[in-house]
């Protein structure tokens, strides 16, 4: 890419997110399938542009991720907050957003400052407790999973996905797509709108196992197509599914 078009290409996404990055943020937040963003925004974004966003947004906001699920997703991260004072001027204030405290299904982030305790604890060693599903023992999959969320939190429950295509060869990349395919065909129209619009970058992902999630999971599993681990990290805990 030579400079102007490098410009260019620079420009037009700055445009983009100036013009309609937050309410991107804000689709991805309440479960807009990536179709449905498209068709809601005012200003004429690009498919691609729209999935750009969305994609970092999910990676930052740690509802994907690129690694399993670890203890480091306890770390407070850094934000910047707007303020408004009695006289309407605004201002931006750096805080550390603690997510620990999002223990439910429908919690909210704590903005706190975390204390020593709390920084102690992330740097306890990190032991997983595993186990694999087993339906006479543990029952239908949808109240496992749902039982877990309840008790550890959405926030810090994850499940494996592994819907993307490998990177040997073109004839594996073509055999995972046709897999993938006939995985989704279990799926209504609104969760396979969901999972397609996901641009899945490498062979595995891991997606916060929220309501969602879990029911595309449990229906896929139903199937007999999904085989995966599910991850709560609060509890320390490691589920792994087989067909």
């Known amino acids: ?98 997510y620990k405290g999002q223990n439910n299904l429908t919690g909210v982030a704590d903005v706190t400052l975390p204390s020593k305790g709390k920084e102690a604890a992330q740097m306890r060693t990190f032991l997983w407790k595993e186990a694999v599903y087993d339906p006479g023992r543990d029952g239908k999959l949808t109240e496992l999973l749902h039982r877990k969320c309840e008790k550890y939190g959405e926030t810090y429950s994850y499940v494996s996905c592994p819907f993307g295509k490998p990177i040997d060869d073109q004839y594996s990349q073509n055999r995972a797509e046709t897999v993938v395919e006939e995985r989704m065909s279990c799926l209504n129209g609104r969760q396979r709108e969901y999972l397609q619009g996901i ?42 599914i087989l067909p």
């Open 199 to 240: 641009r899945w970058e490498q062979p595995v992902l891991y997606h916060r196992l929220n309501r969602r999630m879990l029911e595309i999971i449990s229906k896929l599993y139903e199937a007999g197509a999904y085989e995966g681990v599910c991850f709560f990290v609060t509890g320390q805990e490691k589920i792994t």
């Open 1 to 98: 890419m030579d400079g102007t078009n490098y410009f260019q290409s620079a420009l037009s996404g700055y445009v983009t997110e100036a013009a309609c990055g937050g309410a991107i943020r804000h689709l991805t937040d309440i479960g807009c399938t990536l179709n449905q963003m498209v068709d809601r925004l005012d200003y004429p974004a690009s498919r691609e542009k729209v999935q750009r966003i969305m994609m970092t947004h999910l990676y930052e906001s740690h509802v994907l991720l690129r690694k399993e699920p670890s203890g480091d997703l306890f770390a407070p991260q850094e934000q910047f907050v707007q303020e408004q004072d009695a006289y309407g001027r605004r201002t931006m204030r750096k805080v550390l957003v603690d």
